[in-house]
């Protein structure tokens, strides 16, 4: 006897939570011929390709304007999810969303960020992984000119929190650069991870453009 799970129960478990949402998702695991209409459950030996076949033809979202319109983009079907986290676009988290847009423009390149406590270090570590190269100095401590001369060269992009533990005496080693460093210099004062990262986007975007 092989076991099975109850479809509706599954599929809320994947973040089809409203029952619009899963009749979407039934009619297309019908439509894969997955399983039949009237049918209340599913063999556990199919559940792996049912959910390739969800994830292949929908695109589960939650209502931010950002991932509304990542749906639109993704050329699937668009579902909308619930709960939150179950999000493809930010799992319910702006730092998430926030993070995988500013990566979309920066790429697998050099960021460093003076200013943060390490709680704060720590999401971003999370956040980022291996996507690109993080260089975190703390704000709160002495930084020698040739440490930050060092973080300048390092980096093709440095991030001042200024809204967060920084001290003059740190972000003045890195303002003091000469011009061509300069540039690679954005000074934030908005705080929180999502906005320090959207403030580096549209850095990003208009020397970009
Ligand atoms: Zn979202």
């Not at 006897?1 to 809320?12: C, N």
């Not at 209340?40 to 994830?55: D, G, H, M, P």
């Not at 943060?116 to 971003?124: R, Y």
């Not at 004062?189 to 975007?205: N, V, W």
């Given at each position: 006897?092989?076991?099975?799970?109850?479809?509706?129960?599954?599929?809320?478990g994947?973040?089809?939570?409203?029952s619009?949402?899963r009749?979407?998702?039934?009619?297309?695991?019908?439509?894969?011929g997955?399983?039949?209409q009237g049918?209340?459950?599913?063999?556990?030996?199919?559940?792996?390709?049912?959910?390739?076949?969800?994830?292949?033809?929908l695109?589960?979202?939650?209502?931010?304007?950002?991932?509304?319109?990542?749906?639109?983009?993704?050329?699937?079907l668009?579902?909308l999810?619930?709960?939150?986290?179950?999000?493809?676009?930010?799992?319910?988290?702006?730092?998430?969303?926030?993070?995988?847009?500013?990566?979309?423009?920066?790429?697998?390149?050099?960021?460093?960020?003076?200013?943060?406590?390490?709680?704060?270090?720590?999401?971003?570590?999370?956040?980022?992984?291996?996507?690109?190269?993080?260089?975190?100095?703390?704000?709160?401590?002495?930084?020698?000119?040739?440490?930050?001369?060092?973080?300048?060269?390092?980096?093709?992009?440095v991030?001042?929190?200024?809204?967060?533990?920084?001290?003059?005496?740190?972000?003045?080693?890195?303002?003091?650069?000469?011009?061509?460093q300069?540039?690679?210099?954005?000074?934030?004062?908005?705080?929180?991870?999502?906005?320090?990262?959207?403030?580096?986007?549209?850095?990003?975007?208009?020397?970009?453009?």
């Open positions: 006897m092989s076991a099975d799970v109850a479809i509706d129960d599954w599929l809320k994947l973040g089809y939570g409203s619009e949402a009749s979407t998702a039934r009619v297309t695991l019908e439509a894969a997955l399983t039949r049918k209340q459950r599913l063999s556990n030996e199919k559940l792996a390709r049912a959910r390739a076949v969800l994830s292949e033809q695109y589960l979202h939650c209502q931010s304007a950002e991932c509304v319109q990542a749906a639109a983009h993704s050329g699937k668009s579902v999810c619930e709960p939150k986290p179950s999000c493809q676009s930010c799992g319910g988290s702006d730092n998430q969303r926030a993070a995988h847009d500013f990566v979309a423009a920066f790429g697998r390149r050099r960021l460093c960020i003076v200013g943060g406590s390490p709680s704060v270090w720590e999401e971003l570590e999370r956040l980022f992984g291996a996507q690109l190269e993080l260089r975190l100095v703390d704000g709160t401590q002495r930084r020698t000119v040739d440490h930050a001369k060092a973080d300048l060269e390092w980096a093709d992009l991030l001042l929190w200024g809204a967060s533990e920084l001290h003059h005496k740190v972000s003045m080693q890195y303002t003091n650069a000469g011009p061509a300069k540039k690679k210099v954005l000074h934030v004062t908005r705080r929180g991870i999502a906005q320090l990262l959207a403030a580096g986007l549209e850095y990003l975007r208009r020397h970009s453009a």
